[in-house]
Structures are given as C-alpha cells and as structure tokens.
C-alpha cells in the first residue's frame, strides 16, 4: 500500500544542477517525516535532508547551503533541489519515510527503490 517512488536522477557536469522527486501513495507526506538519503560505491548510507510534518528541515554541512528539500501537498510529492553538484555527491539517492527526522535512519521503515545520480565532465 505504502509507495515511494524517486526520479529525476541522471548525469550532470560538476557545478551543475538537478532536482530529484519521491512521489508518494498510500499516505500524505503531510503526516509524516519524509528523510532523502544516498549511497556511493563502496560507502555506507548516509542521510542528507529530512522533512518533517511541521516543515522544519535538515541538513548535514556537507550539502548545506547547496541542497533544499520541499513539499508539494497537493501533489504528495517531497523533492530534493541540489545546486552545485560535487564528482563526492554522486551516488543512489533514496527516500524514505519516518515518524520522526529525530528518530534516526533506522526508524525509515519504507523506502523507494532509488534513483542514479552521476557527477562527471
């Protein structure tokens, strides 16, 4: 029942700019904390934005200032905008959805299938 499905991933230059999309089924992101993590090759998962259902928002220093996660209800869909894209940020994006950004990456109990993000001139 519960769906979430990441797209928008693809193949950008360094500086560049993309905006990937977790369209959601079976639930309202309204009502929950909606996290975007990422894997690259040979690395652990790591979390790099949360959403939570009173839209505060989260982010570690390396993606700070360069990625912004949002909400559009209408369309119960939480996207990532990245902007100056590093070779270091490229990887398998996920989203993934939790009762509370609060509560750690274990607590993401449904997550999407992933999407390709590859940094390279």
């Known amino acids: 029942q519960v769906q979430l499905v990441e797209s928008g991933g693809g193949l950008v230059r360094p500086g560049g700019s993309l905006r990937l999309s977790c369209a959601a089924s079976?639930?309202?992101?309204?009502?929950?904390?909606i996290g975007w993590f990422r894997q690259a090759p040979g690395q652990e998962r790591e979390g790099i934005s949360c959403?939570?259902?009173?839209?505060?928002?989260y982010y570690p220093n390396e993606v700070k200032g360069r990625f912004t996660i949002s909400r559009d209800s209408a369309k119960n869909t939480v996207y990532l905008q990245m902007i100056d894209l590093k070779r270091e940020d490229e990887g398998v994006y996920y989203c993934?959805?939790?009762?509370?950004?609060?509560?750690?990456?274990?607590?993401?109990?449904?997550w999407g299938a992933g999407t390709q993000v590859t940094v390279s001139s």
């Open positions: 993934a959805r939790s009762r509370g950004c609060h509560l750690g990456m274990e607590e993401f109990g449904d």
């Open positions: 959403l939570s259902s009173d839209d505060t928002t």
């Open positions: 079976g639930f309202k992101v309204d009502e929950y904390d």
